[in-house]
């Protein structure tokens, strides 16, 4: 579920250069599957539990990069995204202002995002999320037991239903959203909403 606006977060820091150095190419901007894995290394050891969502959580699904990516979109516990800021922060990653308390999306000077989407486990163990609208979009509880690899290192993603379903509202699908989803229809046999499906996708 694409959707980020409103008040950033106050707890993450808001200077930065590089993941591993400054950089001024913004527009050639990468997120290696190098870079993902480092940053998985470094939420788990700050005890930051994070699953895979976006286009390197269907590339870790299907256990192949698929396509460049220039960022990288998590799922995290709200209550954890006041660490997942700081341990960031010693990568010189800095909240792009426009975010909201759930929502938001931390950066470099090379350009490189961390789209981070926070939630909160209800009683039947579903994500919930709170929009900018205020409205709660829900994550089913089967979503969070997906299991993929990134260079066949072991990494937790949303399921392949879960990605459907967070693809098919919210925002106008581009062509390399229809592309993926069309690689988890091919892979795992997930029913697709029409408007994923390539014949009805964006040229954007």
């Known amino acids: 579920m694409k959707v980020r606006a409103g008040d950033f977060i106050s707890q993450c820091p808001q200077v930065g250069c590089g993941l591993t150095g400054g950089g001024t ?27 895979l969502d976006g286009g390197w959580g269907v590339d870790a699904l299907l ?7 220039k960022d990288v979109d998590i799922v995290v516990r709200l209550s954890d995204a006041s660490r997942l800021c700081e341990v960031l922060s010693s990568r010189a990653f800095s909240v792009r202002p426009g975010g909201t308390r759930s929502s ?13 989407h926070a939630i909160t486990f209800d009683e039947s163990g579903n994500g919930v999320y709170r929009m900018q609208s205020g409205v709660d979009w829900i994550y089913p509880a089967a979503g969070f037991v997906g ?28 062509a ?16 697709l909403p029409p408007h994923l499906r390539r014949s009805k996708c964006s040229q954007n």
């Open 25 to 51: 190419q913004r527009e050639m901007a990468e997120m290696t599957s190098t870079a993902v894995i480092e940053l998985l290394h470094l939420f788990e050891s700050a005890g930051v539990e994070v699953w």
């Open 63 to 69: 256990e192949v990069q698929t396509r460049p990516h």
């Open 147 to 174: 299991k993929g690899s990134i260079s066949g290192v072991p990494v937790r993603c949303l399921s392949p239903e879960a990605q459907v379903l967070g693809h098919a509202e919210g925002y106008f699908p581009t």
């Open 176 to 191: 390399k959203d229809v592309s993926d989803m069309e690689n988890l229809r091919s892979r795992f046999g997930v029913e």
């Open 104 to 116: 938001f999306v931390l950066e470099n000077l090379s350009g490189l995002e961390i789209d981070v």
